[in-house]
């Protein structure tokens, strides 16, 4: 058997655009020989991989699983280079089995979860089926972040906006499960997916927030001479009052309802108006929210650019 060198790797990644470890594995694997290892690179869906990996990919799809007996939970982001192929059915259905399989996992981030085997087949890991997938897709993709919930006492409920440009998990605690509080959460997670709040509830945001914004208002007070003379019991009710309705905006239990009749009825009063129909007790107990390609760099296109590029070349 022929003997795997440096320069065997280094040609055969040259030829193929694989990964460093994968070619020296394919060599192995077939004695050396260049042209099996191309073809088996190739079978593995590993060729070209590497090509495309210095693409930005902030296109893609957020897909939600939950358990069948609601309890567990998880939301995906998986990248694609183009909104083409993130609207490709071959790439929503590797995103829905990206979900199942991130539902069960024991990895607590992404690098463990793409090293662990891909359960629809053991014989490559989770990085190795997504540089398959990268070949024959024929984009650059990233499985970019997932998230679990679980409920011990409740159910979780999910919503996907726009064909998966946002997702919502929302974590509810309850001693009814049935239809009516089902439509609840799902309406707010409609309500987070449109509002995007930064908190659940008044207890998770920070003291050292409230405390800057205060300092900040007050010095806002200051700089108004007109507000500045008032007292000092006024300028507090102020400067809280104002703390109050940013909190409005940016706290999901104090956001107007956004199907409220009225237009003034807050979530938290929805919630206890569902509860109080139902003989239940509620509690929203967290949400998460997944909007595609928040915080990526989106690559600048130019159509008519493109096509002239491809005409001359």
Same mark, same amino acid.
């Not at 290892?37 to 939600?64: C, M, N, P, S």
């Given at each position: 058997?022929?003997?795997?060198?440096?320069?065997?790797?280094?040609?055969?990644?040259?030829?193929?655009?694989?990964?460093?470890?994968?070619?020296?594995?394919?060599?192995?694997?077939?004695?050396?020989?260049?042209?099996?290892?191309?073809?088996?690179?190739?079978?593995?869906?590993?060729?070209?991989?590497?090509?495309?990996?210095?693409?930005?990919?902030?296109?893609?799809?957020?897909?939600?699983?939950?358990?069948?007996?609601?309890?567990?939970?998880?939301?995906?982001?998986?990248?694609?280079?183009?909104?083409?192929?993130?609207?490709?059915?071959?790439?929503?259905?590797?995103?829905?089995?990206?979900?199942?399989?991130?539902?069960?996992?024991?990895?607590?981030?992404?690098?463990?979860?793409?090293?662990?085997?891909?359960?629809?087949?053991?014989?490559?890991?989770?990085?190795?089926?997504?540089?398959?997938?990268?070949?024959?897709?024929?984009?650059?993709?990233?499985?970019?972040?997932?998230?679990?919930?679980?409920?011990?006492?409740?159910?979780?409920?999910?919503?996907?906006?726009?064909?998966?440009?946002?997702?919502?998990?929302?974590?509810?605690?309850?001693?009814?499960?049935?239809?009516?509080?089902?439509?609840?959460?799902?309406?707010?997670?409609?309500?987070?997916?449109?509002?995007?709040?930064?908190?659940?509830?008044?207890?998770?945001?920070?003291?050292?927030? *409230?405390?800057?914004?205060?300092?900040?208002?007050?010095?806002?007070?200051?700089?108004?001479?007109?507000?500045?003379?008032?007292?000092?019991?006024? *300028?507090?009710?102020?400067?809280?009052?104002?703390?109050?309705?940013?909190?409005?905006?940016?706290?999901?239990?104090?956001?107007?309802?956004?199907?409220?009749?009225?237009?003034?009825?807050?979530?938290?009063?929805?919630?206890?108006?569902?509860?109080?129909?139902?003989?239940?007790?509620?509690?929203?107990?967290?949400?998460?929210?997944?909007?595609?390609?928040?915080?990526?760099?989106?690559?600048?296109?130019?159509?008519?650019?493109?096509?002239?590029?491809?005409?001359?070349?």
């Amino acid at each position: 058997m022929a003997e795997v060198t440096a320069a065997l790797v280094k040609e055969l990644r040259e030829l193929t655009g694989a990964g460093m470890m994968d070619c020296k594995k394919a060599l192995a694997a077939v004695g050396a020989d260049m042209d099996k290892a191309v073809d088996f690179l190739r079978e593995k869906g590993l060729a070209g991989a590497q090509k495309k990996a210095g693409r930005i990919a902030a296109e893609g799809v957020v897909d939600t699983k939950i358990s069948d007996d609601g309890k567990d939970a998880v939301i995906v982001e998986v990248n694609a280079e183009t909104d083409f192929v993130a609207k490709n059915e071959k790439f929503r259905d590797y995103v829905k089995e990206v979900a199942l399989q991130a539902l069960t996992t024991v990895s607590d981030g992404i690098d463990a979860f793409l090293n662990e085997p891909w359960a629809n087949d053991t014989s490559l890991t989770v990085a190795q089926k997504l540089s398959s997938m990268i070949a024959i897709i024929g984009e650059n993709m990233h499985i970019r972040r997932f998230e679990k919930v679980k409920a011990c006492d409740g159910f979780v409920e999910s919503y996907i906006h726009a064909g998966g440009k946002i997702g919502v998990l929302l974590q509810v605690a309850s001693n009814v499960d049935n239809p009516d509080l089902h439509e609840m959460a799902r309406n707010i997670c409609m309500q987070v997916a449109a509002l995007k709040p930064l908190y659940t509830s008044r207890d998770e945001v920070d003291a050292d927030y *409230i405390a800057k914004e205060k300092e900040i208002l007050l010095a806002q007070i200051k700089n108004d001479p007109k507000e500045a003379a008032k007292s000092e019991k006024v *300028i507090e009710g102020i400067v809280q009052g104002r703390i109050n309705k940013e909190l409005k905006d940016i706290v999901l239990l104090d956001q107007v309802y956004v199907k409220a009749e009225d237009g003034k009825q807050t979530v938290k009063q929805y919630v206890d108006q569902v509860a109080k129909a139902n003989n239940a007790n509620i509690i929203i107990q967290k949400f998460v929210r997944f909007e595609t390609g928040e915080g990526l760099e989106k690559k600048s296109e130019n159509f008519a650019e493109e096509v002239a590029k491809q005409m001359q070349g």
